[in-house]
């Protein structure tokens, strides 16, 4: 028989199984979406296209910034 399950076992999860619930729970949400088809209109006038690349765009730069800072504090150490 498999040894019991602790309460402190049973509510540890890794980083991966976070990321792959994130991720259904995200895919689930964005399907929903899809299958109520909302009539939402957005306002006139904007470029939407170019407005969503350059938040990922500031979005990725934001990050790297980060992750680069976090890496010299750390070599410094």
């Known amino acids: 028989m498999p040894p019991p399950i ?5 509510n ?3 980083k991966v199984c976070r990321h ?3 991720f259904l729970i995200l895919a689930a949400a964005l ?4 299958w109520a088809q909302p009539n939402w ?3 006139a006038g904007i470029d939407y296209t ?3 690349g350059d938040v990922f ?3 990725f730069l934001a990050m790297f910034a980060f992750k680069a800072w976090q890496h010299y504090k750390d070599r410094d150490r």
């Open 50 to 52: 170019t407005l969503v």
């Open 20 to 22: 792959i619930r994130q």
């Open 41 to 43: 209109r957005l306002p």
């Open 57 to 59: 765009l500031w979005g």
């Open 12 to 14: 540890k999860d890794c």
């Open 31 to 34: 399907l929903v979406l899809m």
């Open 6 to 10: 602790t309460p402190k076992a049973k």
